[in-house]
């Protein structure tokens, strides 16, 4: 999201420098950034990873698991789920797997 936003700047900026002046491109440009903030608040998930570390049926085991992932990741956020019958326990926010490969 972060390189079209980056991209549509760089479009907005390259069109209007020899036509308009500074104000009109300001005017534009707050009329696209509005337009991709509205898309914005539509988006509920984004593509990403996380990686598991926990897989098992004991709820005090997970939990002990989750505090010492707090303990040595705490730059990162630790994810306790529930699906019946098992917990499951995810840590980090990761843009991609090479990312999360280095987080280990």
Known sequence: MLRIFIFLIF???????NAQSALDVTEVLEKKLDSIAEKNKSIKMIKGYRIQVYLGRSRQESDGIKERLYRLKTNEMVYLLYK????????????SKTDAYYSL
């Open 11 to 17: 479009c907005s900026f390259s069109y209007f420098a």
């Open 84 to 95: 019946q019958p098992d917990y499951i326990i995810k840590y980090g926010d990761f843009s």
